[in-house]
C-alpha cells in the first residue's frame, strides 16, 4: 500500500481532461499536487523534463499528458499522436527513474487493443495483434509507454505501472466539432444546433459503432487506487464495461441539450473500429466501480460546456 498522504504527486497534463479529474480527486488527499503548465514545461524537451524531474523530485509521478483527439485528430495528423506520445512517454517514465522516483502511474488507452481479439478486450491480448487502422499511431506511442512501465519495473525494481481507460468524457474536454471526441463534438454540434434552429444534426459515420464511455472523475478515483495499491506488472483496464451504439449516443445527447431535429448518419466519415468494450473484472476485483451513469454525466459535461461557452462570449 502506497499512501499517498504528505506525499508530492506530479500530475503531468493537469489541465487537460484526466489531469484536472485527477486535481479534484487529489484536492481532497492530504497531499501537495506538483503541476507545470506547457509555457514552463514542455514534456517533449529532454533536456527540460529530466531537469524539473530532479528539481521537483516528487514521490510519485502521473502520467496524464497526451496529445489526444478524436477519429478526425488522428487521421488528419498521424505523425504528431506518434510523434509527441511517445517522446511525452519516453522523456517522462525515463526522468522520472533517473530523478530516483519509485511509483509512477501510465496512462494508456483501450485504442491500444488489437482489433481481431475477442471481446471483451482482455489485458492478455495487449500488443498480440495490429492496431485499429485510424489510431495506429497513438495506439503505438501509447503502447510504448506501457511497456516502459514493465521494463523499468522489471529491470530497475521500481513501480511504475498502467491503466488502459475506455473512451473518457467530462469537464475540460475539447469541444471541438472537427478534431474533438465524440461526446464532446456531439454535444456542441447538438446544441449549435439546437440554437440555429436547425432540423438535422449530422453524425459521422454509420452510428453502429458501440463505445464504452466513462466520466473522467469515475476514472481518476480508479486511478488513485491504483497508485495507491495496484503491484502488478500487467495493465490494468478502466471503465464500465458497458457499451453503446453511436447511434443511441447521439440520440442521448440530443435528449439532454434540447435538440428535436433528425439525426443524419454521414458514411463519409470513417466509422473506426466496431467495438472496444473491455472486460473490466480485474479493477472490479480491487473494489472500484463506476458511479456516474452516462446519461447523467452527459448531463454534467453539457453544464460544462455552457459555462465555458458563457465565459467565452463575456
Ligand atoms: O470519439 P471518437 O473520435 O473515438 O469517435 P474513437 C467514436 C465514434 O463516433 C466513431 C463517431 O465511430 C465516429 O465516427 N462519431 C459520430 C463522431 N459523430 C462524431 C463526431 O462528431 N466526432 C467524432 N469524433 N466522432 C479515438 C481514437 O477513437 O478514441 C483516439 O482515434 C483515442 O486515438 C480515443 O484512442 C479514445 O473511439 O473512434
Same mark, same amino acid.
Given at each position: ?54 528539481? #521537483? ?9 497526451? #496529445? ?247
Amino acid at each position: 500500500m502506497f499512501d499517498l498522504s504528505g506525499k508530492r504527486i506530479f500530475v503531468a497534463g493537469h489541465s487537460g481532461l484526466v489531469g484536472s479529474a485527477l486535481c479534484r480527486a487529489l484536492s481532497d488527499v492530504d497531499c501537495t499536487v506538483l503541476t507545470a503548465p506547457r509555457s514552463v514545461l514542455d514534456l517533449r524537451d529532454q533536456a527540460s523534463v529530466q531537469a524539473w524531474m530532479i528539481a #521537483h523530485k516528487p514521490d510519485a509521478v502521473i502520467m496524464a499528458a497526451a #496529445h489526444v483527439g478524436g477519429i478526425g485528430a488522428n487521421i488528419a495528423a498521424p505523425a504528431t499522436f506518434v510523434h509527441d506520445n511517445a517522446v511525452m512517454a519516453l522523456n517522462v517514465i525515463h526522468s522520472a527513474h533517473l530523478a530516483n522516483i519509485n511509483h509512477l502511474l501510465f496512462l494508456g488507452s483501450s485504442c491500444m487493443y488489437p482489433v481481431d481479439v475477442p471481446l471483451p478486450l482482455r489485458e492478455e491480448s495487449l500488443l498480440s495483434g495490429r492496431f485499429e487502422v485510424t489510431n495506429a499511431p497513438y495506439a503505438l506511442a501509447k503502447s510504448l509507454g506501457v511497456e516502459m512501465c514493465r521494463a523499468y519495473s522489471a529491470q530497475y525494481g521500481r513501480r511504475y505501472i498502467s491503466a488502459v481507460p475506455c473512451n473518457l468524457y467530462g469537464p475540460q474536454d475539447r469541444y471541438d466539432l472537427e478534431r474533438g471526441h465524440v461526446v464532446p463534438a456531439l454535444l456542441a454540434k447538438a446544441h449549435l444546433a439546437k440554437m440555429s434552429g436547425a432540423r438535422e444534426l449530422p453524425v459521422w459515420g454509420s452510428g453502429t459503432p458501440r463505445r464504452e464511455f466513462l466520466y473522467s472523475d469515475d476514472c481518476a478515483r480508479a486511478l488513485l487506487l491504483l497508485l495507491r495499491s495496484y503491484e502488478g506488472d500487467a495493465p490494468v483496464n478502466v471503465g464500465t464495461g458497458e457499451e453503446i451504439s453511436i447511434a443511441n449516443l447521439a440520440r442521448m445527447i440530443c435528449e439532454v441539450t434540447g435538440f428535436k431535429g433528425d439525426l443524419v448518419f454521414d458514411r463519409s466519415h470513417p466509422d473506426g473500429v466496431s467495438s472496444k468494450v473491455m472486460d473490466v473484472s480485474r479493477i472490479h476485483a480491487m473494489g472500484w466501480r463506476a458511479e456516474i451513469s452516462l446519461r447523467d454525466g452527459l448531463e454534467r459535461a453539457y453544464q460544462d460546456y455552457l459555462s465555458r461557452e458563457a465565459a467565452h462570449a463575456a
